[in-house]
Structure formats: structure tokens, C-alpha cells
């Protein structure tokens, strides 16, 4: 059966870029036709400066919120990654298989990296290793499909690459895996900055779709996103990313093709509007459900229990036998 491994940090409330480009394809396709495994990936969330109180806060909404939005235990495995061992122990092997050049060249790392070390707050090591402990999650579970959105893409090339290469060096031991993009809205924008993506840690809200936000707020946000210049409804991204950012959500929320989509609509202002209405009509069941599950922590957290058990299980081996082939002693 092929397996099935992603996952969300939790440096912030999760945003409809998330929903749209990741966590709605886990509920709706992936969770019924593979054996999933869905990680609150926590250790991730270190990377950068961090108040413990709100990374536990966050990992704890953030797995609710997936609970939310669809995810079903009885079918998938959804876990929080620092209880599970094995995501650093494989860190480590892959480490040691990683070159600092090719970590250097992702776009995450110097995008990050950049205003940390501007900031004279240095840049943590574990920035710079951060795809390395990305590679370590989906390699531990024999992973074969890592459905994401694209801002993700180059680090699941990575993982191929480390992947490859150890096996190469050691023997056969790691699945190969492959990133899986949705048809739409596999990069959101922000509202406010089309040309850039609706990220969770943005300083300023306003471009930002929360998951949790109101409707009334998520009104306010679609109305007062940036438009392009000129009054036609058109699908381009280049000249108008800001109409086709809309157009994309609209599509995503709702169903149809964005660039079809832009011919019904006479005006931005009309397109706003449906928009908004579409954003608050999906994201509606997920806080009702989000409001039920806060009202019983014991659940998520038995949930999260049994989700970590399991991933122990499939992960354990894997990592061990990555140990042994790279000529680790087993402790007798
Ligand atoms: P994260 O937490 O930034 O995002 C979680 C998922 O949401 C997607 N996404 C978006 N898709 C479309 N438009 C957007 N604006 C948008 N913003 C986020 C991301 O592509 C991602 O699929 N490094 C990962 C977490 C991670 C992971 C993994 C993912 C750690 N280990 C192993 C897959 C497999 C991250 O920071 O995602």
C-alpha cells in the first residue's frame, strides 16, 4: 500500500494556505487511498527565535485544527514529531550524508536566514539543517508520496537526493520518495502582497486567511485585498497576481477552472465578494468542529498518544537498519 507522510509547523496559526495547499488534500484524497501519516512537526519549529509556552500552544491548535479539518484516526496516523525518537536519531545518519553547499542553496534557508542574521540575533544551525530533519520524517516511514504545497517541492527533491545517495553508499535502505502538488492553489499569496506567499509567520495579519479567523474578519480581509491595475477580471498571474490569486482561491474553495471563472465576473468588487463567501462556507465546519474539540483535550491528546505509538512502530525498523548500515555497532 503506498504510504503516505506529511506535515505542518507550528510557528504560527495554520492559514487557508495551508488548508488549501496541503491539509484539505490529506482530509479529502489521501487519507482514503493510502496509509497516511500526518506530524505536528514541532522540533521544526525551533529553528527560528521561539516562546516555548506558544510552540506547545501551537502544536496542541495545530493538531486540533487537523482533527478539525477531516483528519480520521481510524484512518490516517496524525502525531506530533518530537514524540517520536527516530525523526532526530535519522537526522543525524542524514547529516552525515548531506553536503553544507546543497543546504545553502535552498530558497527557505536563505529567505530565513537573511533577516536573522540582519537582526543580529544569529541564524541557529538547526536553520540550515532544517531540510535535513524534513528528510529524516519522510525517509523514517518508507515514505512514497509527500503531498505538499510548492514552497515545499525543492526540500522533498532534497530528501530524493539524500535518499539516493545513502543508498547508493550503504545498500538499499530508504523508499524514494515523491512530492504530490493540488491541481490548485498549490501557492497561495498574500492578500495584501500578492507577489509573495500567505505564510503563518508573517509579521502583519492582514494578508493572512486564518483558519480560526471569524467571518466576519475573513469579509474584511478578502474586501480589502490588493487588486491589480486596470478593471478587468483576468486570469494572469504575472500582469495581475493579485486578481489571480483570488481567482485561485475562488476555484480552489469552490470548484471550476480560475481562468473560466474570471469571465463571470464584471468587476473585482463582485469577485471579492464571492470569494469571501466561498473562503467562510469551507472554513465554517472546521471551527464548529475546531470549538467541539477544544471542549475535550483528552481526546486529542489520546488520539495524539496512539498516533505517536504507531509511528514508533513503522519508524523504529527503518531507522535501525539505517544505523547498522552505516556500520554503527548494535548495542548487544
Ligand atoms: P508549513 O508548516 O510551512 O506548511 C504546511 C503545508 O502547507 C503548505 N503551504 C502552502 N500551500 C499553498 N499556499 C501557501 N501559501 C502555503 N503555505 C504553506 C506547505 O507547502 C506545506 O505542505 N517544512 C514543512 C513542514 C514539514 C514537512 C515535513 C512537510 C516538516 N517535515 C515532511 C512534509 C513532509 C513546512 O514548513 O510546512
Not at 4 to 13: D, L, N, W
Not at 133 to 159: C, N, R
Not at 199 to 223: F, Q
Request: with cysteine; aromatic share 6%; net charge neutral.
Amino acid at each position: 500500500m503506498t504510504r503516505i507522510f506529511s506535515g505542518v509547523k507550528p510557528t504560527g496559526h495554520l492559514t487557508l494556505g495551508n488548508y488549501l495547499g496541503a491539509v484539505r488534500r490529506w482530509v479529502e484524497v489521501d487519507q482514503h487511498r493510502a496509509d497516511a501519516l500526518f506530524s505536528v512537526v514541532d522540533l521544526h519549529a525551533l529553528t527560528v527565535e521561539h516562546d516555548p509556552a506558544r510552540v506547545r500552544r501551537l502544536t496542541r491548535q495545530a493538531a486540533t485544527l487537523l482533527l478539525a479539518a477531516g483528519l480520521d484516526p481510524g484512518r490516517c496516523t496524525v502525531f506530533v514529531q518530537s514524540h517520536v525518537d527516530e525523526h532526530a536519531r535519522l537526522s543525524y545518519l542524514l547529516e552525515c550524508t548531506a553536503t553544507d553547499g546543497e543546504l545553502r542553496r535552498m530558497i527557505q534557508y536563505k529567505e530565513k536566514a537573511a533577516p536573522a542574521r540582519a537582526g543580529g540575533r544569529g541564524v541557529r544551525v538547526s536553520l540550515l539543517t532544517y531540510p535535513v530533519l524534513m528528510a529524516a520524517d519522510i525517509l523514517a516511514y518508507g515514505t512514497d508520496e509527500v503531498p505538499v504545497g510548492d514552497d515545499q517541492v525543492q526540500h522533498v527533491e532534497l530528501t530524493r537526493d539524500l535518499a539516493v545517495r545513502f543508498n547508493q553508499r550503504y545498500g538499499h535502505t530508504f523508499t524514494v520518495p515523491r512530492a504530490t502538488r493540488p491541481p490548485v492553489a498549490a501557492r497561495v499569496m498574500d492578500l495584501q502582497d500578492p507577489t509573495g506567499k500567505m505564510g503563518k509567520s508573517h509579521e502583519n495579519g492582514a494578508g493572512i486567511v486564518y483558519l480560526l479567523d471569524e467571518p466576519d474578519v475573513v469579509r474584511r480581509k478578502v474586501m480589502r485585498a490588493v487588486t491589480d491595475s486596470g478593471q478587468e477580471v483576468e486570469y494572469d498571474r504575472e500582469a495581475k497576481p493579485g486578481v489571480a490569486n483570488l481567482l485561485d482561491v475562488l476555484a480552489a474553495c469552490g470548484g471550476g477552472d480560475p481562468e473560466v471563472l474570471a469571465g463571470a465576473y464584471p468587476s473585482y468588487g463582485a469577485l471579492k465578494k464571492d470569494v469571501a463567501e466561498a473562503v467562510v462556507e469551507v472554513l465554517r465546519p472546521l471551527r464548529e468542529r475546531h470549538a467541539e474539540l477544544v471542549t475535550d483535550p483528552g481526546y486529542v491528546d489520546a488520539v495524539l498518544r496512539e498516533g505517536a505509538e504507531r509511528a514508533r512502530g513503522i519508524a523504529r525498523p527503518v531507522v535501525d537498519r539505517a544505523y547498522r548500515a552505516v556500520g554503527l555497532l548494535p548495542p548487544g
